[in-house]
């Protein structure tokens, strides 16, 4: 009888710890508002699907943390919910305007009319006034509508299409009450109650299996050897960090363990590293420990062959067998999965641009595509993170998932697997694995800026000055402190440190980050050295960095090619490769776009990474959508019968291809004058299926300046 082709599906549930260890408050609220919006529906939606099988990897600090908010701790956000907005001071009322429109706007602002109506009272008095006293914008009445719509947003969609309390307060809509918010609160708590208990009963119905991370997600390979930077990517600066700090790794894996044991009634047998960071010693460690099975990325893999896969013209692996089935090292019986790197990213990114019927689709398409492909018996890996890609999806994903799960129940060729049940087919041999992450194969967002290194180096003078202290502690002190460096070893830290990535909050990041260190010292009854006072960053965060503005008038040929120095030398650059964010595309075909400006044209000229022209003439096709509140422009480039077909070019508008790509838009397209703002897109397709839009999240924004703008620039 024919194998079918299993489908092992893994969704990756964290956040890292954020209470502070001084206050023991939480500084930021994403921990409870992530579990309002999806952990308990990403598992209750299995009601509706049960022959479905899938792996869910829940970190402990998110456990930890949901019991701590279940205990009766708060957060400022939350503080400022429950605060009667007849109450609100005047720090309070900046607070709740700032903060309380921090999701999603077309999906989770727009859709509703009374929060979309607050949204645009905010943006219209930002445009009159950079700080305003929004005591003087908004009522009373208005703040507690805000207090309530910003729990209302992130609830559940079962909660918003189920539950008759919240739908009641929808249909609502404005004019809420204290005693309003009172049921927002108890539905919260409720939600928060209800999680853990889900998971335990799809477990117990054998529809789920649960895997675990390292207690507070820390990349494992680093912890033991943080020169591993170095070696997965050579090209990194030297730097000088050397520890081997097995000590602690071991202790996070049996406090991982242990919690899932007293939480759920069973050890996991596997094990999710932190962003799929793997190494020769993090398996040797995983296997002492009695762990079945782990995972890591495709890339991982490909540096690990003897030859690294490929994929033809149609992003098929051509090697599915090298792929999609397990492996383990040479001498070990430890099974290591690695995901298909496409098909994960196009969920995590890619397929929120879509119909939810069309992407589930397309998704399911390919995943047959790779069972017809064959050869038989394939186990094809999908792992990505279950909690942050929904945010950008309608109705936070769940009419994606309903459809995809649809298709996949009802194909008799291919079965979703757990990933306990996908390792009993036999595995393959790997003779070495070279270490490294999901992320380019390497671990450049953790280690690689410099500071990413002064974190990894005031972290290690701290471990330091413990050890050296340890043994006239207390047992107890000596687990307070063990905690608080644990909870600094975390992944998080490091990935907001650096470049790559941007967050609004990487002020808090970084100084719980230190109060965690201060607090060790503290506690050791020493002072701390005052760099632990210094932040660490010592840039200007990637979103604003990598955007310069045009210093001058433009006027570009638009003929594809950089044919002139001085053509595009007064243009605005976008450094697309800097950009980053809760979760990282890796490998985007774009490097740089320019930007520039006539006084009625915009001038676009991107630059990929091989010869533009080239993408097009194997499959790919590319759409520039350009918006902005008055009207919206969309253009397409794609190759057909040997020509290049632009579609939507007209009035004005076009567009060349060569090495580069340039772009000429006439303002009239947008409505657009001096001074007006746009937002810009790019929507790669390959063979007609989405295959990347870049940025992955928001568009760029774009602000035409005016002469006075440009006049800073002038010499005289």
């Known amino acids: 009888m024919s194998q079918k082709t299993r489908l092992a599906i893994l969704w990756h549930m964290h956040q890292p710890n954020y209470q502070n260890p001084h206050s023991k408050k939480f500084d930021l609220p994403w921990l409870r508002l992530h579990a309002l919006k999806d952990y ?53 009322i900046q607070f709740l305007v700032r903060h309380f429109f921090s999701i999603h706007y077309e999906n989770h602002i727009k859709p509703y009319q009374r929060y979309d109506e607050l949204y645009k009272k905010k943006m219209k008095r930002l445009g009159q006034q950079p700080d305003p006293d929004w005591r003087r914008v908004f009522t009373t009445a208005e703040l507690r509508d805000l207090q309530v719509w910003f729990q209302l947003t992130y609830f559940d969609e079962f909660y918003k299409n189920g539950d008759p309390r919240v739908e009641a307060l929808i249909r609502k809509g404005r004019q809420f009450s204290e005693s309003d918010k009172q049921t927002v609160g108890a539905v919260a708590d409720e939600i928060l109650g209800r999680i853990i208990p889900e998971y335990i009963k799809f477990k117990d119905l054998g529809q789920i299996e649960l895997s675990t991370s390292p207690f507070y997600h820390p990349i494992l390979p680093l912890l033991l050897d943080p020169q591993a930077g170095k070696k997965a990517n050579p090209s990194l600066a030297p730097y000088d960090l050397d520890f081997n700090w097995e000590e602690d790794a071991r202790a996070q894996l049996q406090a991982a363990l242990e919690l899932m044991q007293k939480t759920f009634g069973t050890r996991p047998l596997g094990i999710w590293p932190p962003e799929g960071g793997l190494s020769e010693a993090v398996l040797h460690l995983l296997e002492k420990s009695a762990i079945a099975w782990t995972a890591s990325d495709e890339e991982v893999l490909s540096r690990s062959l003897p030859h690294h896969l490929t994929r033809d013209a149609g992003f098929m692996v051509n090697d599915p067998k090298a792929l999609y089935t397990s492996y383990s090292l040479a001498g070990s019986s430890l099974k290591i999965f690695f995901r298909d790197h496409l098909l994960s990213d196009l969920i995590g990114f890619y397929y929120q641009k879509f119909p939810a019927a069309d992407a589930a689709a397309d998704l399911f398409s390919r995943i047959k595509a790779i069972a017809q492909a064959g050869p038989e018996g394939l186990t094809i890996p999908v792992i990505l993170d279950g909690e942050n890609a929904w945010e950008f999806y309608v109705h936070s994903g769940r009419d994606f998932l309903r459809e995809f799960y649809r298709l996949v129940s009802l194909d008799p060729e291919i079965e979703t697997v757990t990933f306990s049940t996908a390792m009993e087919r036999p595995a393959r041999e790997l003779q070495k694995l070279k270490s490294g992450s999901w992320i380019n194969g390497n671990f450049d967002i953790w280690i690689g800026d410099r500071d990413d290194q002064r974190a990894w180096e005031l972290l290690k003078s701290t471990r330091d000055s413990f050890m050296s202290a340890k043994g006239r502690l207390t047992p107890e002190q000596v687990g307070e402190i063990e905690e608080l460096l644990h909870t600094a070893q975390g992944s998080d830290w490091f990935w907001w440190y650096g470049k790559e990535n941007y967050t609004p909050d990487i002020e808090i990041f970084d100084d719980l980050f230190r109060q965690n260190l201060q607090k060790i010292y503290q506690l050791l009854g020493q002072p701390f050295p005052e760099e632990l006072l210094i932040p660490i960053p010592s840039s200007t965060p990637t979103d604003r960095l990598s955007i310069i503005g045009p210093q001058d008038y433009l006027e570009a040929r638009i003929d594809g090619q950089n044919s002139d120095y001085f053509e595009w030398l007064d243009a605005g650059r976008v450094d697309i490769l800097s950009y980053g964010g809760a979760m990282n595309i890796a490998n985007p075909l774009v490097k740089t776009l320019f930007f520039g400006f006539s006084h009625d044209h915009i001038f676009l000229r991107i630059d990929t990474k091989k010869n533009a022209r080239t993408y097009f003439e194997n499959g790919f096709s590319l759409r520039l959508l350009l918006q902005n ?66 940025p992955a999240r928001e568009p760029i924004s774009f602000k035409v300046p005016d002469a006075r703008a440009y006049s800073a620039y002038w010499q005289v």
């Open 40 to 92: 308990f529906g990403m598992v209750h939606i299995l009601e509706e699907f049960p022959s479905l099988r899938l792996t869910f990897n829940l970190v402990p600090s998110l456990l930890a943390g949901l019991q701590l908010y279940l205990n009766g701790v708060s957060d400022e956000f939350l503080d400022v919910f429950r605060k009667t907005a007849d109450d609100l001071n005047p720090e309070e």
């Open 629 to 694: 509140e008055k009207q919206r422009w969309q253009g397409a480039i794609r190759h057909q019968d040997g020509e290049l077909v632009l579609d939507g070019f007209s009035d004005g508008a076009g567009a060349a291809v060569g090495r580069i790509i340039e772009v000429i838009l006439p303002f009239r397209a947008l409505a657009l004058n001096e001074g007006g703002e746009f937002r810009l897109q790019m929507h790669w397709s390959f063979n007609g299926q989405p295959f990347q839009a870049i």
